[in-house]
């Protein structure tokens, strides 16, 4: 457990210096650009209804040519003058080319099945596979200087299953990030049902590998590496045939990309991610060193400290999408009371967390172990 939990903190601290930043960002931006666009095309609706009433039609109901409306004009001067037969002139306005074009009052709308480009759905999906490649070939050939790192060392007997394990979990970076990106997507638009049934399916099928492949097959480690590696690309690929069906992946130039737009952004979030990033390595070091018992204790009190804030997640997520929007249509009196009531919910759910996992700690900690040692440890680390 303890040598699993070593590399599962490697993972997820190499994985939180990207996935932080490039989630955040995508749902702002897509949602902003969104907004922007459903705007513009209200806009467009509008103006389009407004010149379908101001042209004139004639009879069979298509629009006159601007000679027929002359000839009415005419007509009328010469009504005036008493020299003008009628009955030729108002044929001329019944004999508008059957040609002219149609008066149509949908011009404006949006197919409901039409695929929407989003330059920023296209760039998060790019920047993700990329960095998930990036962070496979570190963890792999860097697998063990980090875990030396942590306070594993060439003579424990922690080594080989860290190794094992960290080796093929890396695999999956891949697929985290870029699932990652795509929940961030869809975050912009607002759906936060689809990411979670693709979670539920990745993680379903990987509580159904994880004994078949640890205990029948008898891989052990590995075989847990494997079955999450496999259960993060069944996400990414839910997510991908979702996201395809309602946006076009395929930018129409290179230059809409906004690579730059997301480094400038982004910068300011991944010094912060990476600054608790190194607290939280230094922390699980100092733990390994110490033993097997403090770092299984730690890795305990780690993951459901992570797992509780995770809860807070959904406020933030909706806050952000919001935000977004209201600077978006310039409705900043929106905005002001979206920030004001999100940190009104955070203070309160802050408050039920500490409570919640602080007793849960303290009268359920042997659901985690049966050693006394690490339920000792875990009660130490609870404040």
């Known amino acids: 457990m303890a040598a699993v939990g070593v590399s599962i903190a490697i993972f997820n601290q190499a994985s939180k210096v990207t996935i932080f930043p490039l989630v955040s960002i995508t749902?702002?931006?897509?949602?902003?650009?969104?907004t922007l666009k459903r705007m513009s095309e209200k806009l467009q609706q509008q103006e389009d209804e407004e010149d379908d009433v101001a042209k004139p039609c004639n009879k069979a109901g298509k629009e006159i040519p601007k000679a027929a409306i002359l000839d009415e004009t005419s007509m009328i001067e010469n009504?005036?003058?008493?020299?003008?037969?009628l009955a030729t002139d108002e044929a001329k306005l019944d004999e508008a080319p059957n040609d002219?074009?149609?008066?149509?009052?949908?011009?404006?709308?949006?197919?409901?099945?039409?695929?929407?480009?989003?330059?920023?759905?296209?760039?998060?999906?790019?920047?993700g596979g990329v960095l998930g490649l990036v962070q496979t070939l570190i963890l792999i050939f860097l697998a063990k200087p980090l875990l030396s790192v942590m306070g594993v060392k060439s003579g424990s007997r922690m080594l080989a299953p860290a190794l094992k394990y960290l080796i093929i979990r890396s695999l999956g970076a891949p697929a985290v990030l870029l699932s990652l990106a795509m929940q961030?997507?869809?975050?912009?638009?607002?759906?936060?049902?689809?990411?979670l049934y693709a979670t539920v399916a990745g993680d379903l099928t990987n509580i159904i590998l994880d004994p078949i492949l640890i205990f029948a097959c008898r891989l052990g480690v590995s075989g847990a590496a494997i079955s999450h590696v496999l259960s993060q690309y069944l996400i990414s690929l839910i997510l991908l045939c979702k996201l395809m069906k309602q946006i076009d992946l395929m930018p129409p130039s290179i230059n809409d990309l906004q690579f730059s737009k997301f480094l400038k952004n982004g910068f300011l979030l991944?010094?912060?991610?990476?600054?608790?990033t190194i607290c939280v390595t230094l922390a699980a070091s100092l733990a390994a060193r110490l033993g097997a018992t403090s770092m299984a204790a730690f890795q305990v009190c780690l993951q459901v400290w992570m797992t509780s804030s995770l809860l807070a997640d959904g406020l933030a997520v909706a806050g952000q999408a919001i935000l977004a929007c209201a600077f978006a249509e310039k409705d900043y009196r929106k905005a002001t009371a979206a920030a004001v009531r999100v940190l009104q919910m955070g203070f309160v759910l802050g408050l039920g967390?500490?409570?919640?996992?602080?007793?849960?700690?303290?009268?359920?900690?042997g659901t985690f172990s049966k050693d006394k040692n690490v339920i000792r440890m875990i009660a130490i680390g609870i404040p």
């Open 353 to 365: 967390l500490a409570l919640f996992v602080g007793l849960g700690l303290e009268f359920g900690s």
């Open 27 to 34: 749902t702002s931006f897509v949602a902003e650009e969104e």
């Open 270 to 276: 991944l010094a912060r991610v990476i600054a608790v």
């Open 184 to 195: 961030g997507v869809f975050r912009g638009f607002k759906d936060t049902k689809t990411p």
């Open 100 to 127: 002219a074009p149609i008066v149509s009052t949908n011009k404006g709308k949006t197919k409901k099945n039409e695929r929407r480009h989003i330059p920023s759905a296209s760039t998060a999906l790019i920047l």
């Open 79 to 85: 009504l005036d003058k008493g020299s003008m037969n």
